[in-house]
């Protein structure tokens, strides 16, 4: 059975760092790229970062470059996303994914999908 369980969000305020992480479970994590959505009240849901299968590839939305760092380790089935200098535009609902293959923005390209994780930036 397929699981992706995130954890770290938190109500923060603006100019802190968090560090979310994704735990995978039920299929081979290390063929899989995976990425970060987020979803903020009202708004659809929104490409954030993604990984290759193997780390070596990494993919930023605009929003987050300079700031957001994702990273992967295969030894542990986990993907994190390093979230640096926090705006109150950055509050949402934090998912990870997966697919299969390369990595890709596209939100329906992706396999398999965590419950979520609440980050919340005060001003």
């Known amino acids: 059975q397929v699981q992706l369980v995130e954890s770290g969000g938190g109500l923060v305020q603006a100019g802190d760092s968090l560090r979310l992480s994704c735990a995978a479970s039920?299929?081979?994590?290390?063929?899989?790229?995976m990425a970060w959505f987020r979803q903020a009240p009202g708004k659809e849901r929104e490409f954030v970062a993604a990984i290759s299968w193997s780390g070596a590839g990494r993919y930023y939305a605009d929003s987050g470059k300079g700031r957001f760092t994702i990273s992967r380790d295969n030894t542990k089935n986990t993907v994190y996303l390093q979230m640096n200098s926090l705006k109150p535009e950055d509050t949402a609902v934090y998912y990870c994914a997966a697919k299969p293959g390369l990595y890709s923005g596209s939100y329906y390209s992706y396999a398999y999908w965590g419950q979520g994780t609440q980050v919340t930036v005060s001003s």
């Open positions: 039920g299929f081979t994590f290390r063929s899989y790229a």
